[in-house]
C-alpha cells in the first residue's frame, strides 16, 4: 500500500472517471453507510443507491419486491416507505427486500463510485473490518467523505482519520494535507474529549452540525446506534449498482462457478456417447 487519499467531502469529485478502477472507501456516518451496514444485517436482499428521487421510483417499479427507502433533509421522502434511521430498518419490515435507496449525500458519493474497481461502505460499525478488509487488498486507497450538502462535516472527516490512524500503524504512508487534517482531527478530539473512549464518538457526534440538526427533527437515538464502534463487522460493498456483503457477492459467484460446472457436464456425456 502506498499511499490514503481523503476527499473530505465528494463535491471534489467533479467526474466520475476519476475514480475508474480505483478502490475507495464511501463514509456517510450520519446516516446512510450506518444504516445501509445495519439494514443488510437484518435481512435485506440488496440495496439499489439511486442519485435522485426520481430515479428511485422509476427503479422500484421495475423490482420486484422493493421498498422505497430515503430522506431528504433528514426526513423520509413522501411516498416512500422508510427514511433514512437505522431504527426504521427491524427484519420484521426488510427481511428479503431490495431497498432502493436515495439520500441526500450518501448515495450520490455511491453512485460516483460506479466505476471504482473496489467500493466499500464504511461507518464507525464496520471500521476495524474495513481495514481489514484494506490491508488484505494492500492497494491504494481513496476515502470519499459524503459530507452534507457538499460542504465538510465532522463525523465522517473524524471517521476518515480514524480508518488512516489504523491504517498506518507500522506503515510510512504518503499523506498530504486532507490526511494530515484528518489524522490530526481525529487525533485532537480524542484527547479533547474528557470522557471514557466509548463514549468520545457519541459526543463528537452531539458537538456536530448534522448531529445537532438530527437530533433537533427527533433522531437523537440514531447518533447514538451510528457511535457503536465495530458492533456490526460487515463488509458493504458497491457492485454492478447494487450493495451486497462482501460475502453474498463471493456466494453468487461460487453458485454461478458450481451452475458452470453443472452445465459442462452433460455436453460432455452427450459427446461420449456420440
Not at 35 to 58: C, F, Q
Not at 242 to 249: A, H, L, S
Request: charge should be neutral; charged fraction near 25%; aromatic fraction near 6%.
Amino acid at each position: 500500500m502506498k499511499s490514503i487519499n481523503i476527499l473530505l467531502t465528494q463535491s471534489f469529485i467533479q467526474d466520475d472517471l476519476i475514480l475508474k478502477d480505483r478502490n475507495v472507501i464511501i463514509l456517510d456516518v450520519l446516516r446512510a453507510t450506518t444504516t445501509m451496514t445495519i439494514a443488510l444485517a437484518n435481512g435485506a436482499k440488496e440495496i439499489v443507491p439511486t442519485e435522485s428521487i426520481a430515479t428511485a421510483v422509476r427503479v422500484a417499479k421495475g423490482s420486484k419486491n422493493s421498498m422505497l427507502c430515503g430522506e431528504r433533509n433528514g426526513k423520509v421522502v413522501d411516498g416512500f416507505k422508510l427514511g433514512n434511521s437505522p431504527v426504521e430498518y427491524t427484519p420484521e419490515v426488510i427481511k428479503d427486500h431490495s431497498l432502493i435507496f436515495s439520500t441526500t449525500n450518501g448515495t450520490l458519493a455511491i453512485i460516483k463510485s460506479k466505476f471504482a474497481k473496489n467500493c466499500v461502505l464504511a461507518s464507525f460499525l464496520n471500521i476495524s473490518a474495513v481495514v481489514d478488509y484494506v490491508n488484505s487488498i494492500d492497494e491504494d486507497f481513496t476515502i470519499i467523505c459524503a459530507g452534507k450538502l457538499n460542504d465538510f462535516c465532522l463525523e465522517d472527516a473524524v471517521c476518515a482519520g480514524m480508518i488512516l490512524s489504523k491504517l498506518s500503524e507500522g506503515r510510512n504512508l504518503e499523506m498530504k494535507d486532507s490526511e494530515i487534517a484528518a489524522l490530526n482531527l481525529c487525533n485532537d478530539l480524542a484527547m479533547l474529549l474528557n470522557v471514557p473512549s466509548e463514549e468520545k464518538i457519541l459526543r463528537m457526534f452531539n458537538m456536530s452540525e448534522h448531529g445537532k440538526y438530527l437530533t433537533s427533527i427527533g433522531f437523537g437515538a440514531d447518533l447514538e446506534i451510528a457511535s457503536k464502534i465495530d458492533s456490526y463487522p460487515f463488509i458493504p460493498l458497491f457492485r454492478n449498482g447494487v450493495v451486497k456483503f462482501k460475502e453474498m457477492f463471493e456466494g453468487e459467484t461460487s453458485q454461478k462457478s458450481k451452475m458452470k460446472r453443472v452445465n459442462i457436464g452433460p455436453k460432455k456425456e452427450e459427446v461420449k456417447e456420440k
